[in-house]
């Protein structure tokens, strides 16, 4: 068992040597652009709104990314409180696909949504094609754009609606 394991690897390094990159290669625009919007240390605060409560919830959000794929992309861990008790966590991949012209922003969270975005840069935002998903069978589209107006600064607006009614969460702020 564990000769045919290191046996696999093997041959997966190998495989991987025959394609592999290294840091030397150019690296396109809108691959730096993606991975320099996000990396670093970063506070935010905003607000989240339901359809059915009667005061926005205040939250306060630190999220840390570092880079991964030899500086092609950036991982991301998220921590949200809000006034009302709340927390949630997630963890996101983000990078921008040369070949298919899209930010690729993918997510799991701790409030159970496994999130796949697709976006394109628009100017200083990048806007993500409505998303449709479910979690704990209620069905939900997502409206959400990302906003970096200069370097260092963010604002994330996202709006879900479902049978539910419609929420919104708004966070901004800046690296650290």
């Known amino acids: 068992m564990i000769r045919a394991f290191f046996a696999l690897f093997a041959v997966t390094l190998l495989c991987l040597g025959v394609h592999s990159q290294n840091r030397d290669e150019a690296v396109p625009a809108e ?3 993606t991975v320099d919007a996000f990396l670093g240390h970063w506070t935010m605060t905003g607000t989240y709104r339901e359809a059915n409560m009667r005061a926005p919830v205040n939250l306060a959000s630190r999220m840390a990314c570092e880079l991964t794929a030899l500086g092609k992309a950036i991982t ?6 809000g006034t009302d008790g709340s927390r949630v966590e997630l963890t996101s991949v983000i990078g921008f696909s040369p070949d298919e012209q899209i930010v690729r922003l993918m ?8 999130h796949d975005h697709r976006g394109r840069w628009h100017g200083d935002q990048i806007v993500f094609e409505p998303l449709t998903y479910s979690v704990w069978g209620r069905k939900t589209t997502e409206h959400f754009a990302i906003r970096v107006p200069e370097q260092g600064k963010m604002a994330i607006e996202s709006i879900e609606e479902g049978a539910q009614g419609k929420s919104t969460m708004e966070l901004s702020g800046a690296r650290q």
Request: net charge neutral.
């Open 31 to 33: 691959v730096k652009k």
């Open 76 to 81: 991301c861990h998220v921590v949200t409180e």
């Open 107 to 114: 997510e799991i969270s701790s409030s159970g949504s496994y």
